[in-house]
């Protein structure tokens, strides 16, 4: 497995993401919570740019009558059909079997590496 450094931290800030290329891939990196996230830049319904999409968060399982919203910042929406999808796992939000990949990060003398494998 290959690490690719792609950035320094502090071109990426607390909260902000970016799409990066690597060996021909797009990659949303996202900075959430002081930890690195890569997320491959294709969403599984049609292929839209998912990481262009908005990131927001969602309702939480609650009581009747209650809505309790949760994850701010950790769920993107695709572009195009609102498909939605956990940036720290890939996995979509409607059912676990849908996800999209993502990518290890290692953080080194302050440059963020994307992981992938041969």
């Avoid at 009581?63 to 609102?82: F, T």
């Amino acid at each position: 497995m290959a690490v690719h450094f792609v950035l320094d931290t502090k071109e990426l800030p607390e909260g902000t993401h970016t799409i990066v290329t690597v060996n021909g891939r797009e990659i949303g990196l996202y900075h959430l919570n002081g930890s690195y996230y890569a997320l491959n830049n294709y969403c599984p319904h049609y292929g839209a740019p998912l990481c262009a999409g908005h990131v927001g968060g969602t309702n939480l399982p609650s009581d009747v009558y209650q809505y309790e919203y949760g994850k701010q910042g950790q769920i993107v929406r695709c572009p195009w059909h609102g498909w939605e999808f956990d940036i720290k796992t890939g996995v979509s939000l409607f059912d676990d079997k849908i996800r999209t990949r993502t990518y290890p990060v290692e953080v080194r003398d302050g440059k963020i590496g994307i992981v992938l494998g041969k």
